[in-house]
């Protein structure tokens, strides 16, 4: 099946708050339309997202229900942690960090087993906020500066205003460095909501590679679990052979939503193009029923409060 997506009118947004930092492959500016084809949130469901990032649509929902935020790679879950249980002085301490190009190779260069877990969730921050769409970790990122985009005014807003929103939206999530599939294995059942975003398959990129790679293989691996979970599953990604071949072809519905964003056109270059590309999700037959059993609501239904029947 074949769609291109659209999404409802959306009222309410109480409770949810913007992602701390950019992300490559971030669903910020996808984060109504995923979330008109999830459940919304709701006391009785467990929401379960495998491979983190950023956590857009995370932050988009309102906490209800309980809630699960994994990513394997370590940094990223080291500042959510810190943000949780130390935020307070890790924004005093961030509040006293320049922005500088100086600063930022230094940090970008200089990893130390020493540092504290509030220094490297510092750092981990910091190094995210100036590169392109996040790129601290998985390549050698370049300081971001442009005549146009006041970055260090940007960092400062975050920093005083949203990183303890975050925080306080943090409060109500379990947090996990694992591995996705087990984290899926885990948490899986009638009642769970899973949200799958991995890495994209690896042909389909146009910028290198991730902190931790995930390979056909592993996708191959994610398909086949999520194919017998119990739940509701939705999984983003970029149209592919292997995801039409392992999940088109046996019974699984998708969406389709054009972007227009940045891309990298040589994984030797750090200069980056406007680029057109199509993101999209598939639904396990469950949640394609769910869509259509509802359906006749979405206009006027509130996705970040109502539950899911």
């Not at 922005?99 to 260069?109: A, P």
């Not at 510092?122 to 442009?146: E, H, I, K, N, V």
């Not at 790679?213 to 509701?232: C, I, P």
């Amino acid at each position: 099946m074949t769609a291109t997506a659209t999404a409802p009118f959306l009222t309410g947004r109480a409770g949810t708050v913007e992602p701390p930092f950019p992300w490559l492959g971030g669903k910020r500016r996808l984060a109504r339309e995923i979330n008109a084809l999830l459940p919304p949130p709701s006391p009785t469901l467990t929401y379960v997202e495998p491979f983190f990032g950023a956590g857009a649509i995370f932050f988009s929902r309102k906490p209800q229900g309980a809630e699960v935020i994994n990513d394997k790679n370590r940094e990223i879950i080291n500042f959510f942690q810190v943000l949780r249980d130390d935020g307070e002085n890790l924004v005093r301490y961030l509040q006293n960090v320049p922005y500088s190009r100086d600063l930022f190779y230094e940090l970008r260069n200089r990893i130390s087993d020493d540092a504290t877990p509030l220094e490297r969730a510092a750092r981990f921050f910091y190094l995210a906020r100036s590169t392109f769409a996040g790129q601290s970790t998985g390549r050698t990122p370049s300081w971001a500066f442009a005549r146009v985009d006041n970055r260090a005014r940007s960092m400062s807003l975050v920093v005083d205003n949203e990183l303890l929103r975050v925080r306080d939206r943090l409060r109500h999530a379990y947090i996990e460095n694992d591995d996705g599939v087990r984290v899926i294995e885990r948490f899986d059942g009638p009642d769970t909501i899973l949200y799958c975003d991995p890495p994209y398959v690896a042909e389909k990129r146009s910028y290198g590679g991730y902190e931790h790679e995930f390979g056909t293989d592993d996708h191959v691996r994610l398909l086949s679990v999520l194919k017998n979970a119990q739940g509701y599953v939705a999984i983003s990604g970029y149209p592919s052979e292997l995801y039409a071949d392992l999940l088109e072809h046996d019974g699984w519905e998708w969406r389709d939503f054009a972007l227009r964003c940045k891309a990298n056109q040589s994984s030797g270059r750090q200069d980056w193009e406007d680029m057109d590309r199509v993101e999209r999700v598939w639904l396990n037959p469950r949640l394609a029923e769910w869509n259509r059993t509802h359906s006749s609501r979405l206009v006027s239904l509130d996705l970040f409060g109502d539950g899911a029947e």
